[in-house]
């Protein structure tokens, strides 16, 4: 891989069948260096908090947690 983070399509041909019709498995390397490894991680952490703070969008649009309650667990979620 070079750059990170790889494009979109860069894991497309990860998945192989050989000519017979078997299944091959590969191992696969995610990263090259712990530069691309710490973005990794970077990245899976952006998601879990956007993620995390969309469940807490929906909770409070529903009246299911008050203002307080949300304004709470998203600054827990930002610090």
Do not use: W
């Not at 790889?6 to 712990?34: C, F, K, M, T, W």
Request: with cysteine; aromatic share 8%.
């Amino acid at each position: 891989m070079s750059g990170f983070p790889p494009p979109y399509g860069a894991a497309s041909n990860l998945a192989r069948v050989a000519s017979d019709g078997s299944h091959q498995q590969q191992e696969v390397e995610l990263y090259e260096s712990s530069k691309e490894r710490d973005a990794y991680d970077n990245l899976a952490d952006l998601y879990s908090v956007v993620l995390a703070t969309e469940h807490l969008e929906r909770a409070y649009a529903r009246d299911a947690i008050t203002r307080e309650e949300y304004t709470a667990e998203c600054n827990k979620l930002i610090s």
